[in-house]
T-cell receptor, first 116, second 117 residues
Framework: AQKVTQAQTEISVVEKEDVTLDCVYETRDTTYYLFWYKQPPSGELVFLIRRNSFDEQNEISGRYSWNFQKSTSSFNFTITASQVVDSAVYFCALSEGNNAGNMLTFGGGTRLMVKP | GAVVSQHPSRVICKSGTSVKIECRSLDFQATTMFWYRQFPKQSLMLMATSNEGSKATYEQGVEKDKFLINHASLTLSTLTVTSAHPEDSSFYIC?????????????FGSGTRLTVV
């Protein structure tokens, strides 16, 4: 069974600080996909990144970066020089296999509060 | 890109009435759609997997007679909350996979905030 754990329920930082959101996953499949989503107060889910299990290369997109380590089953997300607009709930998610009918399993989410 | 439209965005209904939520894939055909529920300050929990032309698959603990799912076409899935009660108040969100993107092309609707009074 697939499982995603986000141990940090809430994080509070001051603007311009760097912050890392942790994500640990469990799966028995060798093929799987990992995701990060942002959920602002309005509720919609904003897609941030997708990674497949065969690509451990880290990724950087502007102030966002992701560190995927299969050895520790982790897919951590770092925001550099955080801004107030980054305040939201962030979800890590996992989908096993390689089929459009496979569900997404979400972690519990991390609420990030960036204070000015 | 793939777009999923969900309506209504907000609905308030009286206890005992039924509410229908629509989820449409606008520019692609979705054989499978997913319905999630999110209670305040909690994560998204899968309620059911909706398959075009067949019965939905419900997750353990979700009452199939209370949450009716109909996926009659490749672009429309509906979730009807029957005999709604205040404890059904929640944020409901659907998603669909673009068929050309396997299980890595999830597109989400904007969600429906249901309040039962």
């Amino acid at each position: 069974a697939q499982k995603v754990t986000q141990a940090q329920t809430e994080i509070s930082v001051v603007e311009k600080e760097d912050v890392t959101l942790d994500c640990v996953y469990e799966t028995r499949d060798t093929t799987y996909y990992l995701f990060w989503y942002k959920q602002p107060p309005s509720g919609e889910l904003v897609f941030l990144i997708r990674r497949n299990s065969f690509d451990e290369q880290n990724e950087i997109s502007g102030r966002y970066s992701w560190n995927f380590q299969k050895s520790t089953s982790s897919f951590n997300f770092t925001i550099t020089a955080s801004q107030v607009v980054d305040s939201a709930v962030y979800f890590c998610a996992l989908s096993e296999g390689n089929n459009a009918g496979n569900m997404l399993t979400f972690g519990g989410g991390t609420r990030l509060m960036v204070k000015p | 890109g793939a777009v999923v439209s969900q309506h209504p965005s907000r609905v308030i209904c009286k206890s005992g009435t039924s509410v229908k939520i629509e989820c449409r894939s606008l520019d692609f055909q979705a054989t499978t759609m997913f319905w999630y529920r999110q209670f305040p300050k909690q994560s998204l929990m899968l309620m059911a997997t909706s398959n075009e032309g067949s019965k939905a698959t419900y997750e353990q603990g979700v009452e199939k007679d209370k949450f009716l799912i109909n996926h009659a076409s490749l672009t429309l899935s509906t979730l009807t909350v029957t005999s709604a009660h205040p404890e059904d108040s929640s944020f409901y969100i659907c998603s669909a996979n673009h068929p050309g993107q396997g299980n890595y092309g999830y597109t989400f609707g904007s969600g429906t905030r249901l309040t039962v009074v």
